[in-house]
């Protein structure tokens, strides 16, 4: 599989030829490790990650010790946090073990979550302007570090006020903490209104997202099957006609949901979360190139929507060693959304709450590594889209200028991938 003139020696992952690699003697060379620190070093954005699906364990631990709040004791490192959050989200073990919560949140976002235990948990942490900045500001370095070169973070306001904040200020407390690396990491807020909750409710997130400078963008998010987004329609409509917003919407992404991806085409908005879906319609995937429709590609976070997936729970996972892996992702659309015309773009959805224990972390590294390594999108294919994305108009940022900052992007593209060519011949 070339990867096309501008990338030879190929680095598209040929797995078959790479399975002796652990048993051999350790000066030989490590082409999975080689394609890692390549998808590290590799300049990327990110569109779609939630606030507070993407805590840190600095930040949980730090926060825990500043507010009192209840925070297991089994937890001392990004690891186990990650193994404890991994078993509370998928119901192996109670969040409520232990009194690790003192309290349970009320209100709106018991309804909003449906059962996300684990959402409720990390916003316990989320309920003061000080924790909301932190947070922000924490998850943009983390992004930085990871040779992000601009983010677009989203979070719903209205989870944010079980003690007393505003959903108002709760906003610009996230606007406060992103512009800490504004100078490094351009892009700004998205503020996410929950399909499960009222029309009032879509309303009055937009009027935030249009009032508050560092808002970018505005997100219709929450549990699709049963939420039709028709229901906020009026809301989305309204960010439509902003000029000031990018309009995003989470559609495709469960099983029943191809009605909202309908409808969001038909609206017109600017970029879709997931589109998982259209892989069964390909008028509509048709429609989406048509319309110059982006599409937020979560991979990692996509592995447990991955048809066969339940057949290979990480348990099976885990035993394949040294192994050949299976390629979760051989099923995920990206490759034939890129073949069909459609711009994508590669992102975390959720750094901590992701993906799977033995497939984590779901990083923005990890992202193009998986995507690389097991989906038959190539390095040219991700250059391309990288370039479309940002000249689009698909970046919600309007004061970023797209002309020079593609430039530099691509540049420092195709610097880092000859560099790592250089390393591959010479081995």
Request: with cysteine.
């Amino acid at each position: 599989g070339s990867m096309g003139s501008a990338c030879q020696p190929c680095p598209r992952v040929n797995r078959d030829a790479t399975l002796a690699i652990h048993v051999e003697p350790p000066e030989k060379f490590d082409f999975d490790a080689h394609v890692r620190r390549l998808s590290r070093a590799l300049p990327k954005i990110e569109l779609h990650i939630h606030l507070d699906g993407s805590l840190s364990f600095p930040f949980l631990k730090t926060r825990a010790k500043e507010t009192g709040l209840a925070f297991p004791s089994s937890i001392h490192d990004e690891a186990t946090l990650r193994s404890w959050i991994m078993e509370v989200r998928d119901g192996i073990r109670s969040v409520h073990e232990d009194n690790h919560i003192t309290r349970s949140p009320s209100g709106d976002s018991t309804q909003a979550y449906r059962g996300l235990d684990i959402f409720q948990w990390t916003n316990t942490f989320l309920q003061t302007a000080a924790g909301i900045e932190a947070a922000t500001s924490d998850l943009c370095f983390r992004l930085v570090d990871e040779n992000v070169k601009y983010a677009e973070i989203r979070f719903c306001p209205a989870l944010h006020t079980d003690q007393g904040l505003s959903a108002r200020d709760a906003t610009l407390a996230a606007v406060r903490g992103f512009s800490k690396t504004y100078d490094r990491l351009p892009g700004g807020i998205i503020v996410c209104a929950l399909r499960t909750l009222s029309q009032e409710h879509s309303k009055e997130m937009y009027n935030l997202a249009s009032e508050i400078k560092g808002v970018v963008g505005f997100d219709l998010a929450g549990f699709e099957e049963g939420f039709p987004s028709q229901k906020h329609e009026a809301a989305i409509l309204l960010a439509l006609k902003d000029e000031s917003l990018g309009v995003t919407v989470h559609a495709g992404e469960w099983k029943e949901s191809l009605g909202n991806l309908e409808h969001a085409v038909n609206l017109g908005v600017d970029r879709i979360g997931h589109g998982l879906m259209l892989k069964e319609d390909k008028r509509l995937l048709d429609m989406v190139a048509k319309k110059k429709i982006h599409i937020e590609c979560c991979p990692v976070s996509n592995v447990i929507r991955m048809k066969g997936f339940k057949q290979r729970c990480d348990r099976d996972l885990k035993s394949f060693g040294t192994g050949k892996p299976p390629k979760l992702l051989r099923e995920h659309p990206i490759k034939d959304f890129i073949r069909a015309g459609v711009v994508c773009s590669l992102n975390s959805d959720n750094t901590l709450l992701g993906g799977t224990q033995a497939y984590g972390p779901c990083t923005p590294s990890q992202q193009v590594f998986r995507v690389l390594n097991e989906t038959g999108v190539t390095l040219d294919d991700l250059r391309e889209n990288l370039e479309k994305t940002i000249r689009s108009r698909a970046l919600f940022d309007r004061r970023l200028d797209t002309e020079t900052f593609s430039i530099e992007v691509l540049y420092e593209f195709d610097r880092v991938v000859k560099v790592y060519q250089q390393a591959l011949l010479s081995t």
